[in-house]
Nanobody, 116 residues
Framework: QVLLVESGGGLVQAGGSLRLSCAASGLTFSNYVMGWFRQAPGKEREFVAAISSSGGRTYYADSVKGRFTLSRDNGKNTVYLQMNSLKPEDTAVYYC?????????WGQGTQVTVSS
């Protein structure tokens, strides 16, 4: 059973930083692309960032490019989303994601709130 557990969310002032973590279990972690999505109140869930299975390639939404950095530690089955220069519009529930050929896996989400 694949399990994704996020941590690291919280309340931060605009301009501040947070680091989210996602610990994965129940899968051969180093074989999977990992990603983060977010969902703000009243809005659809949107892509934030993804990282290749080896960690050699990363992809970012335009809205976070240059401010967020995604990395992974395959020895610890964990991905990290470093979020700098946070803005109030970054406020959302952040979800860790991966997928197999037939199924999408999601974590339970962690709340990030950025005050102005």
């Amino acid at each position: 059973q694949v399990l994704l557990v996020e941590s690291g969310g919280g309340l931060v002032q605009a301009g501040g930083s947070l680091r989210l973590s996602c610990a994965a279990s129940g899968l051969t972690f180093s074989n999977y692309v990992m990603g983060w999505f977010r969902q703000a109140p009243g809005k659809e869930r949107e892509f934030v960032a993804a990282i290749s299975s080896s960690g050699g390639r990363t992809y970012y939404a335009d809205s976070v490019k240059g401010r967020f950095t995604l990395s992974r530690d395959n020895g610890k089955n964990t991905v990290y989303l470093q979020m700098n220069s946070l803005k109030p519009e970054d406020t959302a529930v952040y979800y860790c994601h991966t997928r197999s050929t037939w199924y999408n896996y999601w974590g339970q989400g962690t709340q990030v709130t950025v005050s102005s």
